[in-house]
């Protein structure tokens, strides 16, 4: 075993991280404050090329491994978790799928423009009615001659209401639930396709997040972006291990921020004639944050070197997100404690860690799905 980073993956993880100080670090209470990315702070971050990070070289991309793909989530996490939720979804969730299935036509129009942060994309499943549950999906793909007619309305989308293109999952069959379920890439400018009522937000603000609602919108037969109809949840299988380490590397990017807040606030405040971290009950809790934190980390990068290794973590990853994630909404629990009332205070960092984090609980799975899902697992096989 060797749990070191090799010097390319160092070297590529503390520049991002010099970026994220430089750059995103100035704007994080602007963002969180009007729920909008500054667009020269998006125009200057995507002109350094991050957005192809997994994608291969010849498409603008960094072709890089998965443990330097997490390395890169973790560390624009830390700097503004609104601000890369939409990162990310223009470098994954977004985009995957016009990578994988899309004519060199639609990949020319959409893929490299994402890439190049000059297209938004997203990705959209939620309904009113499904979340966990997509066989309940009630937006419609009808097939007409030379396309597809897509109607229904999405929500909860992120970059939904400024995006440029989204993936959509659509049923092509009611009757086959998951069976009858794809995805279809959906351009702005198709007529029927529009943004609908936009959302506020309790945390991970920033990126626009709300409904795209789809009345009649056509779309030609090479939108439909899979090899085979009626498989879009298998697709969407293969990306889930990847899109759950993501949001472990991001809870561990958050409570690295909210942890080193805590730690500097148990040097400086003082009670009863001495610094808050000379108590035992205060150290106590520094050390259970660090552990869990170190804990949260081996797990994460062990499920990105599977990932890499051309393994299906699939149980292991499921066990990463929730983990770390459980992880990071202790920590920042904690450090609004460490911070006494001021931890209750806008004019402080806890309550905006307190209200971010729990956005980690949604993507990828909520927490009752994924623990239904590795008990399952568990139970059958022994
Ligand atoms: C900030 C944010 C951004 C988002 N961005 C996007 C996006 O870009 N695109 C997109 O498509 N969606 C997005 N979502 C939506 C997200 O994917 C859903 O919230 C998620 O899938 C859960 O669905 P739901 O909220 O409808 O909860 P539901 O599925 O309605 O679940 C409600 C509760 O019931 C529990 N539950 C459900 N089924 C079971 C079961 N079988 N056993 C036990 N408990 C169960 C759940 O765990 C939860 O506690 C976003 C959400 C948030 C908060």
Redesign the pocket.
Request: charged share 20%; with cysteine.
């Given at each position: 075993m060797d749990f070191r980073l090799t010097e390319e993956q160092e070297f590529f993880r503390s520049a991002v991280a010099d970026t994220v100080d430089r750059l995103i670090l100035p704007h994080v209470e602007r963002i969180d404050q009007t729920d909008e990315i500054p667009p020269e702070l998006w125009k200057e971050f995507t002109g350094l090329g991050y957005l192809g990070l997994r994608y291969p070289e010849e498409l603008g991309g960094m072709n890089a491994d998965p443990i330097t793909c997490m390395l890169f989530y973790e560390e624009l996490s830390r700097g503004s978790v609104g601000f890369a939720?939409a990162v990310i979804?223009n470098m994954l969730?977004?985009t995957h799928f016009l990578f994988r299935f899309g004519s060199p036509a639609l990949r020319e129009r959409c893929l490299l423009p994402a890439i190049r942060g000059e297209k938004i994309a997203?990705?959209?499943?939620?309904e009113?009615q499904?979340?966990?549950?997509l066989a309940a999906t009630r937006t419609v793909a009808r097939k007409v001659d030379g396309g597809w007619r897509l109607t229904g309305t999405?929500?909860?989308?992120?970059?939904?209401p400024s995006c440029d293109f989204a993936t959509v999952?659509a049923t092509t069959d009611a009757s086959k639930g998951m069976k009858g379920l794809n995805f279809f890439l959906v351009e702005k400018g198709t007529s029927g396709f529009q943004p609908g009522q936009q959302l506020h937000?309790l945390?991970?603000r920033g990126p626009a997040?709300g409904e795209l609602v789809l009345d009649d919108a056509f779309v030609p037969e090479e939108n439909l972006l899979g090899a085979e109809e009626g498989k879009g949840v298998a697709y969407l299988g293969e990306i889930l291990n990847e899109v759950r380490c993501m949001t472990g590397a991001m809870a561990l990017g958050m409570a690295r921020t909210a942890f080193a807040d805590g730690l500097e606030y148990t040097r400086k405040r003082q009670a009863f004639g001495k610094a808050i971290g000379e108590y035992q009950l205060i150290r106590a809790k520094i050390a259970d944050m660090a552990t869990d934190m170190e804990a949260a980390r081996l797990m994460v990068y062990w499920v990105a070197w599977m990932i890499g290794e051309g393994l299906n973590p699939r149980r292991e990853a499921a066990m990463a997100k929730m983990y770390a994630t459980e992880m990071c909404l202790k920590v920042v629990d904690e450090v609004t404690r460490i911070y006494g009332a001021n931890g209750f205070a806008s004019e402080y960092g806890p309550q905006r860690y307190f209200r971010d984090a729990?956005?980690l609980?949604?993507?990828g799975?909520?927490?009752?799905?994924i623990?239904?899902f590795v008990g399952r697992e568990i139970i059958r096989e022994r």
């Open positions: 939720q979804m969730m977004g997203t990705m959209c499943f939620t009113d499904s979340g966990s549950d999405k929500n909860w989308i992120t970059n939904g999952l937000k945390g991970a997040c729990r956005f609980l949604y993507g799975g909520t927490h009752e799905i623990k239904d």
